[in-house]
């Protein structure tokens, strides 16, 4: 018994050691707090559910400021001869896998920087998650006030095969950051979370391949067949998703900002639907009422979509898809960019901002 003891003590000593060499290391290479929770929901307002960031939040090479955005810090009122950028969307926007820097905002910035120096500010309106109905709100009720002058959107529209739908909430549109307290507990453990990046790393393709299929078909366990989309996306999800559009360009346009839309790139040619891609399991993990075909069935209609709104719309199509292309090098996962991927997208976004004057 007593030995047993001993090794208990001895366990708990090793653990406490490895945390406290995981919270040393992040001090040292992030700039971490040592106590207190570090992760990355904590640069989120409402737990990263799409909503908002925290102002001033900190977490690895992501830095938001005291807007809630990431880029500079806004002055109100604009300053002359500045051309205000903002661009939006969800986590491809807001950057996961890119270098410091290299994300696509960074890199607009840097573009439109060589070419006019001084002359553009680029900002850095996404938080993971966000939904098209979301930034809709967040603009009325806070992000008009900063006079953009042209907003680029980059949506995602695989959230539109999502259980449930995008939908307007008309949730609280303040962004300060008042009132909201962020959890403090000093005793959040960060070995757990280092430990399973560490391992999912290291898996092997068949076995992550494995534990996704898991995963997807226990969501799937609970809906009848006919709930899964085997061949097509749905119509009414693509209806949506013009119809949030729509409402998007009006409530830009009436305040006097420039649109332009992008298309939305990955991975897949349009027939690679092969359900063992470790690429695109990861993909369908997220949507479990999808399948290979039909997230593939909504992007290509969703960029057509977005490719005929200048016939009735006043406003501009950043041809991101095809400027990207299908390089696998241009991917980290099935969306999310390398650097070399996000650096091809900003090209394209700066040739539609430029073609705003002409």
Known sequence: MKRSVRYLLYLLVFLLTLEICVRAEETWRWGAPFWGPYSFDTLMLDGGSGGRNRPYARFEKWAINGQGFQGPELRIPKPEGVTRIGVAGASEIFGLYESPGCDITSKLRILLDKSSPGKF??????????????????????????DFDALIYYPSPAMYLDA??????????????????????????RLPRKTWEMVRERLP???QIKLKWYQIERKRRNMPEEKVWRKNAPDERLILFHEHLKALMNILQK????????????????????ENDPYMVGWIRFYPRATGASLLDMEHRSNQVIRELPVNYPVIVSEVEKKVGKNPDHYADFVHFTDSGAALAAEAMRDSIFSLHR
């Open 121 to 146: 500010e680029v900002v850095n309106l996404a938080t993971p998650g966000m939904s098209m109905p979301r930034i809709v709100e967040l603009y009325e009720g806070w992000l008009r006030k900063f």
């Open 164 to 189: 449930r739908a995008p939908e307007f909430q008309k949730v609280v549109t303040d962004n300060s950051g008042r009132g909201i307290e962020q959890n403090t507990n000093v005793w959040n453990l």
């Open 205 to 207: 393709a068949w076995l």
């Open 255 to 274: 305040n006097g900002t420039r649109v332009i839309i992008a298309t939305h790139a990955h991975r897949f040619r349009n027939d690679s639907t092969n």
